[in-house]
């Protein structure tokens, strides 16, 4: 069988007013107004979303997972940027 | 990669699975692994699409208007099932079009029940209630599957199979309390789909070659044997109470246990199936084979739109 693919798209929802676009999945499509069209029945046949973003996967950067130790290394050690690294003393009720 | 690195990277794997640590596409996975997810998940979309098939027989002739629009919306459903899966397959690096090409070239199978033909109305709510109860039972523990992509799929392929068991219910319930024509239509389809459905969690655990090691990767959660009586004491009780008979004269109430003891499944049935002589496997394919030709200049010409219009947007801008 001769291949002919459309390019792969990222689809991300936006479920509601008030929340961000969540990533939900991929799918293929010919061009970005399909990738919607698609999109909307693919990942919304329950009104699911609000509004869709699609992104072409070959556009999506990412980190790499194996580098995950370094690259996140400098949170680990900065406990003091958490509250509960604090001592209230007792009889403060709320801070 | 030297040898003792992958050992090392092989048990640190490992050990995040057996810590229900989820395995994402570009984490370090023995090629095993991704092996058996790649079949096991492009099986799967292929099944659903397949699913279709059957259920699609019976479109033009339901019985009125809101039974079409069910089942259309459930077809509708098993399509976008398979597209869930189909993405989830590529995440694992497996290209969508390969996969399909491996199934209509025989190297890929599909679910058995789907090579049984859908010969009256009865057997659009045995499809729901059996088919797709079965399927539950074999999908809900894939939801806490280790592979993140494709236990995603199946938290919404499960959200949306229990609208499908509950219509299927809803038909055999409304024929068996129908006209005594009626039931026993309901009760001649149950009679045919009863053991297929059983067959449709595999082997026996003992004649199971995937089973042990899928079970450590934790892509699966329950052996076949498990699986099948959870759906046997789930599904009793429900015959029961619409008053169908389930066709097996071994099928007791074993006290002891708490479970359902039933007959002996008809093995040698179950291969010739699944080696591709079953009732329907030449259609089933050849189905899919046409609907893959016949779109294909469809899917060439969309590509050259695409690309035309992209050149005068540029133009333009």
Redesign the interface.
């Known amino acids: 069988?001769?291949?002919?693919?459309?390019p792969?798209w990222e689809v991300f929802i936006r479920s509601k007013q008030g929340l961000s676009h969540k990533h939900v999945?991929?799918?293929?499509a010919?061009?970005e107004e399909?990738a919607i069209n698609n999109a909307r029945?693919?990942y919304t046949?329950?009104s699911e979303g609000i509004s869709i973003w699609v992104v072409e996967s070959k556009n999506v950067v990412?980190s790499?997972?194996?580098e995950a130790g370094p690259l996140f290394e400098p949170a680990n050690s900065k406990a003091y940027r958490h509250p509960t690294f604090y001592e209230v003393p007792e009889g403060i009720k709320h801070m | 990669m030297e040898k003792n690195n992958l050992d090392s990277l092989d048990t640190i794997f490992q050990d995040k699975v057996d810590r229900e640590i989820k395995i994402e596409p570009k984490d370090y996975m023995p090629d095993a692994y991704r092996k058996t997810l790649i079949r096991q998940i492009s099986q799967h979309a292929h099944s659903e699409i397949v699913g279709q098939l059957p259920e699609a027989n019976w479109v033009t002739r339901a019985p009125n208007l809101r039974r079409k629009a069910v089942l259309l919306a459930k077809i509708q459903d098993e399509a976008g099932h398979g597209l869930y899966l189909y993405s989830a397959v590529e995440t694992l690096g497996a290209d969508r079009e390969d996969t399909i090409d491996d199934l209509h070239e025989g190297r890929a199978k599909y679910s058995s029940i789907f090579n049984y033909p859908t010969l009256t109305w009865a057997d659009m709510g045995m499809v729901g209630w059996l088919v797709d109860g079965a399927a539950i039972m074999n999908q809900v523990p894939l939801c806490r599957c280790s592979y993140g992509p494709y236990a995603r799929a199946m938290v919404r392929v499960c959200k949306e199979e229990s609208f499908h068991q509950r219509q299927g219910f809803e038909i055999v319930t409304q024929l068996a309390q129908g006209t005594p024509v009626q039931k026993e239509m309901a009760q001649e389809a149950l009679n045919r789909w009863w053991w297929p459905a059983l067959m449709m969690f595999g082997p026996n655990d003992a004649d199971s070659t995937h089973t042990a090691q899928s079970m450590k990767w934790k892509i699966k959660r329950h052996t076949n044997d498990e699986l099948r009586q959870m759906f046997v004491d789930a599904t009793v009780p429900q015959a029961e109470l619409i008053g169908l008979k389930i066709p097996d004269n071994d099928l007791k109430f074993n006290e002891e246990t708490g479970h359902y003891d039933f007959g002996e499944i008809d093995w040698d049935e179950f291969w010739q199936v699944v080696k591709g002589y079953g009732p329907c496997n030449t259609e089933r394919v050849s189905a899919r084979k046409k609907a893959k030709e016949d779109g294909l200049w469809v899917r060439e010409a969309a590509n050259v739109y695409a690309e035309k219009r992209a050149r005068r947007n540029k133009k333009v801008s």
Do not use: F, N, Q, Y
């Not at chain 1, 069988?1 to 459309?6: P, Q």
């Not at chain 1, 999945?25 to 293929?28: C, D, Q």
């Open positions: 069988m001769s291949k002919i693919e459309w792969l999945g991929s799918l293929r010919a061009d399909m029945d693919v046949r329950r990412a790499d997972p194996s």
